[in-house]
């Protein structure tokens, strides 16, 4: 990489209740949308949820050597 800057897309997934808010040990990142459509699928099945949500993110990496 020649770049000390990289930037990759991560679909963040949580499930959440309603009037409690999100449940944090739910949360995953995928480099895939489908796999976090799958992975949103199974915690409505599973945990019986109110809601999952699934947003797109942008991480930084940051190399401390190119610095």
Known sequence: MTNAHSQMKVYAVIAGVDYE???FNTLRLF???SSA???GKQ???ELGCDYVLIEE???CFESA???
């Open 37 to 39: 459509e799958a992975y």
């Open 21 to 23: 808010g999100e449940i």
């Open 65 to 67: 050597i190119a610095a």
């Open 43 to 45: 915690l409505e099945q």
């Open 57 to 59: 993110r942008e991480v």
């Open 31 to 33: 480099d895939c949308r």
